[in-house]
């Protein structure tokens, strides 16, 4: 295939996040008995030199907890320099608005603190300075599309500098 002088604008392989850090795929050492495909980068300004997007995106097929990145420590989080959509997308062809699993997430903090679940496709907008987190995944019945849109300006490492980590009674951990 011919390679379009516009070449540079198309991410062919996404980076994963590793510890807050962009790793391109192929060095990533996969376990089988991980639930998801994890986060793929699949735009940054690592991918794009100026692209002022980040888009990760990962499937899920089986019940998982998602959260700020540490397996072992999901609690929230909240960014105050940025806002961030998650999409939550069916992959049923013949009723796409069905999710396939039920998706349980935590927005808030102390006594604003509170769960929306969803089990249709759905997005859900996170304004700069809304915690958020964790993300429970249940009742899988099919795989489900995941995607988190962030639109900052930053550099990754400057992004995950912004990241505050909160307890699930609101204070910063």
């Known amino acids: 295939m011919a390679e379009s ?8 392989r996404p980076n994963v996040l590793k510890d807050g850090t962009e790793v391109p795929i192929e060095k ?10 994890g ?10 030199k100026g692209s002022d997007a980040v888009i990760e995106c990962g499937l899920i097929w089986r019940d998982c907890v998602a959260g700020n990145g540490k397996p072992d420590n999901f609690a929230p989080h909240k960014h105050d320099a940025f806002d961030e ?5 069916g992959t049923d062809y013949q009723n796409p608005h069905d999710l396939g699993a039920e998706a349980e997430f935590w927005l808030g903090e102390g006594k604003e603190l509170d769960k929306v679940t ?20 249940k009742n899988v019945k099919r795989p489900a599309m995941f995607v988190v849109v962030i639109c900052h300006g930053l550099d990754r490492k400057d992004y995950w500098k912004k990241v505050v980590p909160i307890s699930m009674e609101g204070r910063p951990i």
């Open 85 to 89: 959509i998650f999409c939550f997308l």
């Open 39 to 48: 986060p793929n980068v699949i735009m940054s300004r690592d991918l794009i």
């Open 28 to 37: 990533m050492v996969w376990r089988k008995e991980r639930p998801t495909t």
């Open 5 to 12: 002088r516009y070449e540079k604008y198309v991410v062919r």
């Open 118 to 137: 969803m089990n249709t496709s759905a997005t859900v907008y996170v304004p700069a300075g809304l915690a958020h987190f964790p993300l429970f995944w």
